[in-house]
């Protein structure tokens, strides 16, 4: 009989793509992820890598095998929803995805309100710009400014926010010919981003950045004109452009699984997140 340690390893592994990768989601070193992977191969008589110079490549026999796991990860993680589901008591962790910015300067100012009422609740709060997965565990909340479309997702639209553009009273008093702050390459293609630079209008991004925080403290600093809800705008010292101006509307969705949205500590979460979003 195999160890499910080795297999959850192995699995980590094919899922990141490399040992390091892997070692370092796992906070381990990679040595120890490649005795995992060996260790599973011995078990189970099969060759499940290539061990190459530079790198290991999944066999066939891998390839197998990493489907063979990710069922069973799956399963574990229906009962570890089924389990979550039945609590009633308002402890434990909740684990939330958000876009970094709606978690850094949205959430996490109120999360100390939240700790004072129900001190044995945990949460871990992750600023991710890419949707974290609910079925996998990932997260067991995700915020997004997309409607999740994963059948076994429950998803609620809390309310929208409405992009415009801001820039500080000194640089708009000191220039009309306007330079732009925006996203890097690593959101390209992105709503926000692609809205943006059909404001610009072919002028230039002078500064760019994967947060949009960074984005707003660089404005306020007068870098540029930047493209900001007005909650972040609020909190710097930006004025808007053009009251009667251009606007992009953004819907703001929560999702959780079907499993564990009655779930006491993840019911209590879910009303914090819709309270920051509808005050703000």
Known sequence: MFDWEDLRYFCLFAQAGSLSAAAKVLRVDHATVARRIAALEAALGLKLVDRRQRAYVLTEEGKRVTTF???MNLASFALERFAGGEQDQ??????VSSPPALAGTLLAPHLGTLMQRHPLLKVRLVGTKSRASLTRREADITVSLARPSEPTLVARRLGHLEFRLYASPDYLARTTDYSFIGYDESMEGSVQQDWLL????GRPLALTSNDLRIQAI???????????????AAQHPLQL?????PCLVRQVWLAVHEDVRNAAPIRTVMDFIADCVTSA
């Open 90 to 95: 308002v402890q434990g962790e909740v684990v």
């Open 241 to 245: 452009l053009d009251p009667a101006g």
């Open 198 to 201: 059909q404001q610009a209008a």
């Open 218 to 232: 660089a404005a306020a600093g007068g870098a540029g004109v930047v493209s900001l809800p007005a909650f972040m």
């Open 69 to 71: 796991g990710e069922q």
